[in-house]
């Protein structure tokens, strides 16, 4: 049976801003566990109710009526909106309560859609442009779901949220902090994965990278281990090896070994040791040739 929000919940002290707008509100349906230590409200409104007025509503509820109690109250919310609204139109009215929702759901999602230039192509299709990062891309698949679910099921707008990536913009500083993210991300996804991407053969058909470049076996890399580029140490910048083995020409692994030697030092001049031609001769068709020493 379907009640006036005002008549469920009499005794909520609200603002009265607040309580106006709550006189439109019904209650649908109030649910509990078995154990009491949650509740979900279930609320239909004509009109667009801002997220936060939602979280103060679900924190007066727990503190008002169950002061005593540990108990979760958590409100879903739905929305009957008039023919004017459009998916562009709603965006623009509800974006701070998207915004407020994203971040306390996940900061990702929250950062990229705060900075995303967003336009429509169709009147049911939101095109986000977004950073071209890995993890970005990651973590598209997600924003694009909370979207969809937000504008179909609460709002009654269904549209389809789409992305477009532009090249990295920001200082130095910001660029090293998300190459970072990028590394230690491809790192974790390749340690998890390693057995299973081996065995597909995914690293060389599909051009995975591991944090400085192709994964062992990979096109483009050469043949060489891509944890790490040559030369260019580890990545917090101190000394390291070689974290993957190392491949022959033949594909036969060999030992890790240490890809970061200091060059050796100099001998003293009166230490060189020279060859004469027919020691030279000698030693280049692969016999063995006695050094004699200059001092």
């Known amino acids: 049976m379907v009640k006036n929000f005002l008549e469920v919940f009499p005794t909520l002290t609200i603002a009265e801003p607040l309580k106006e707008l709550l006189g439109l509100v019904q209650v649908e349906k109030v649910t509990t566990t078995r154990d009491r230590s949650s509740i979900r409200i279930y609320l239909k409104s004509p009109r667009l109710i801002h997220k936060q007025n939602i979280y103060d509503l679900e924190r007066g509820i727990k503190d008002q009526l169950f002061p005593d109690k540990q108990v979760a109250v958590k409100i879903q919310e739905k929305y009957r909106l008039s023919d004017q609204y459009t998916p562009e139109k709603l965006l623009g009215m509800y974006k701070d309560s998207l915004l407020l ?165 100099p001998r003293p001049a009166e230490k060189l040791l020279s060859l004469t031609e027919g020691e030279r001769a000698g030693a280049e068709k692969g016999t063995t040739v006695r050094i004699k020493s200059t001092l």
């Open 101 to 265: 929702e994203l971040k306390n759901y996940s900061i990702i999602e929250y950062s990229m859609f705060r900075k995303a230039e967003i336009t429509f192509d169709k009147e049911d299709v939101m095109v986000l442009s977004v950073e071209d990062t890995m993890v970005n891309k990651d973590r598209t698949g997600e924003l694009k779901r909370v979207l969809e679910k937000v504008f179909a099921e609460r709002c009654g707008l269904p549209v389809e949220v789409r992305f477009t990536f532009v090249p990295p913009q920001g200082n130095e500083r910001r660029r090293q902090l998300e190459l970072k993210m990028e590394r230690e991300a491809q790192a974790i996804y390749w340690r998890n994965h390693r057995e299973e991407l081996t065995a597909l053969g995914a690293a060389a058909g599909q051009g995975l990278e591991t944090a400085g470049g192709n994964l062992p076996g990979a096109a483009g890399s050469g043949g060489g281990d891509g944890f790490m580029d040559p030369g260019t140490g580890a990545p917090d910048g101190r000394p390291g090896i070689c974290l993957w083995p190392r491949r022959n020409r033949e594909g036969r692994e060999t030992a890790p070994r240490d890809r970061f030697r200091a060059a050796p030092l």
